[in-house]
């Protein structure tokens, strides 16, 4: 069954280090979404992006965020200068057709920011 | 902002008995969803509701949209402890921006 990969899985940075984490979406799905879990919360909206460019962003997803789909594969989440108040589960989701259709996660990247 | 509000947070039941979870909004949503997520993994989908009043049965789980699109019910029949976990219920707003509840930890024991 396809699915939705993350890399890395683990990541230990330094406060005001730049990360970009890594999402292979479901081949066919051609609406991507990034979200974040800081530990012992809900799981909160960043962005949505389809054609190449945002269709919606958080008031979280400010100038240190940035997405991009470099190649036809990949899906990126760059943070900037990290902050302490970064460390959190990111997720990456794509689905098929937007909103009424199946989002599928990906297992996560757990970022800690020292 | 959209809120999802879900209830109850937590759920200690035993094996066989019946539960409801919640989620309720001001908000109008395109459409939602419920998820169930383990610890340390992302979200696993159960189900998307679209219409008013829908009703979608998965085995044992019921889930209803509300008629107003602003609530949503997940029923459990006859609770087993593979059932324990994490039910998240997420509403689309616009069709292209999710909001996610709280949650509902629920244990079954047996």
Same mark, same amino acid.
């Given at each position: ?114 | ?38 610890? /340390? ?11 008013? /009043? ?57």
């Amino acid at each position: 069954e396809p699915e939705v990969t993350q890399t890395p899985s683990h990541q230990v940075t330094q406060m005001g280090q730049e990360v970009i984490l890594r999402c292979v979406p479901i081949s066919n799905h051609l609406y991507f979404y990034w979200y974040r879990q800081i530990l012992g919360q809900k799981v909160e909206f960043l962005v949505s992006f389809y054609n190449n460019e945002i269709s919606e962003k958080s008031e979280i997803f400010d100038d240190q965020f940035s997405v991009e789909r470099p190649d036809g594969s990949n899906f990126t989440l760059k943070i900037r200068s990290t902050k302490l108040e970064d460390s959190a589960m990111y997720f990456c989701a794509s689905s098929e057709v937007i909103g009424q259709e199946t989002q599928y996660f990906g297992p996560g990247t757990r970022l800690l920011v020292l | 902002t959209q809120l999802l509000e879900q209830s109850p947070q937590f759920l200690s039941i035993q094996e066989g008995e019946n539960l409801t979870v919640y989620c309720n909004s001001s908000s109008v949503f395109s459409s939602l969803q419920w998820y169930r997520q383990e610890p /340390g993994e992302g979200p696993v989908l159960l189900v998307t509701v679209v219409t008013g /009043g829908e009703v979608k049965k998965l085995k044992r789980l019921t889930f209803q949209f509300g008629d107003a699109r602003k609530d949503s019910s997940l029923h459990i029949t006859a609770a087993q402890p593979g059932d324990t976990g994490l039910y998240l219920c997420a509403g689309a707003y616009n069709f292209n921006k999710f909001y996610f509840g709280s949650g509902t930890k629920l244990n079954v024991k047996p």
